[in-house]
């Protein structure tokens, strides 16, 4: 595995800006996740790695050597898309073995069998290996694509999505899998999503890509407790993060050129009080955890609370801000 860098990449297509100077190392054996809304550029960004696109300005370097004009297959990449992309007519071994039959690399059949049965083995599809990949679940699809990447030993692998066609279930199953197996392989992995799960749960550090532009690289706690702006804070966190105006709820130490405050569940402090500041306004019950809708004046908030918690639609309450974070006008961060 190699480490991968990029030095004030970008991309335009016509009229439309897709990669803005973005620069990013994604160290030897770090698992990178690309969080942004679509149109961000996430794609593009592992295309003009992998040499499906070419930049036009800067530099990319793979293991230490400047791919420009490198084509795809010299690069040493291994890509993941997010529809299987299997060959229907094979089985999922021959689906598996196919990347390491390439008659450059001249491997033996019996090294060849190994691999495939090993990486059958770590994607945990090695009961299914004589059946057609037609005839497959779409886990168990996805889970060939992306054993036909692993059966390679790239200098990094670029996965886009790869999850985001399966249903929740398999997604958190498959997520933990991928996480173990890279674990497992130290490999390098850059990973694009716009599941802030998967983001939290994989990531060594979280991208936060804003059309075009790296709005900030760090580890998912970073990334969550200390986003640099709105735009991140707002990509982070479930319920949304609430933003509300300064000066609307007690608690707070503002700094001077505070415009909005932002509180999630652990910047607020909830007690029953009448007449209290705050209304109960809605109970989501979602089993494990209730969503309270909160109406401060013409405001509204969403907050996660106990189900346990004694309160009603309609309660009273005294809401109170327990180290929020601030934002100036332009949406930065204060601290
Ligand atoms: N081949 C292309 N021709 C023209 N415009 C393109 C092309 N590829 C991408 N774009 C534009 O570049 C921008 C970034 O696209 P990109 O696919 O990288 O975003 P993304 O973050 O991956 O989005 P999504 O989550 O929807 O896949 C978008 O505005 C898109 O329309």
New binding site residues.
């Given amino acids: 595995m190699a480490e991968v860098t990029l030095a004030g990449i970008s991309k335009t297509?016509?009229q439309?800006?897709?990669?803005d100077n973005v620069s990013l190392t994604i160290r030897d054996g770090e698992f990178v996740v690309l969080l942004?809304?679509?149109?961000?550029?996430?794609?593009?960004?592992l295309?003009l790695i992998a040499g499906l696109?070419a930049p036009d300005a800067g530099r990319i370097t793979i293991a230490g050597r400047d791919v420009a004009g490198a084509a795809p297959a010299t690069r040493d990449v291994a890509f993941v898309f997010q529809q299987y992309s299997l060959y229907p007519h094979l089985t999922v071994y021959e689906n598996l073995a196919f990347p390491l039959r390439s008659p450059a690399r001249r491997l033996h059949d019996a090294e060849i069998d190994a691999r495939v049965r090993e990486v059958a083995k770590m994607v945990r599809i090695d009961h299914k290996l004589q059946n057609r990949s037609t005839r497959l679940s779409g886990g168990e699809m996805q889970r060939v694509a992306i054993g036909r990447a692993l059966v390679r030993k790239p200098a990094i692998y670029l996965m886009?999505?790869p999850l985001s066609s399966l249903d929740a279930k398999l997604r958190a199953e498959l997520r933990l899998e991928l996480k173990r197996i890279q674990n497992e392989l130290g490999a390098t992995l850059l990973y694009?999503t716009?599941d802030q799960v998967e983001a939290m749960t994989m990531a060594d550090r979280i991208g936060i890509?804003a059309e075009?532009k790296l709005v900030q690289i760090g580890s998912p706690r970073e990334i969550y407790s200390n986003p640099a702006n709105l735009h991140v804070a707002a990509r982070l966190g479930q319920p949304h993060i609430n933003l509300l105006p300064q000066g609307l709820l007690p608690g707070c130490n503002a700094p001077a050129g505070t415009k909005t405050i932002g509180a999630r569940t652990e910047h607020l402090e909830i007690s029953a009080s009448t007449p209290g500041n705050a209304e109960i306004d809605w109970i989501e019950h979602l089993g494990d955890q209730n969503h309270l809708h909160i109406k401060v004046g013409e405001h509204k908030l969403v907050t996660l609370a106990d189900p346990y918690l004694a309160i009603q639609r309609g309660d009273r309450i005294d809401l109170k801000l327990r180290n929020p974070l601030y934002f100036d006008a332009g949406g930065q961060r204060l601290t």
């Fill in positions: 297509f016509g439309t800006g897709a990669v942004g809304p679509t149109g961000a550029g996430k794609t593009t960004t295309r696109e886009d999505e694009v716009h890509l075009g």
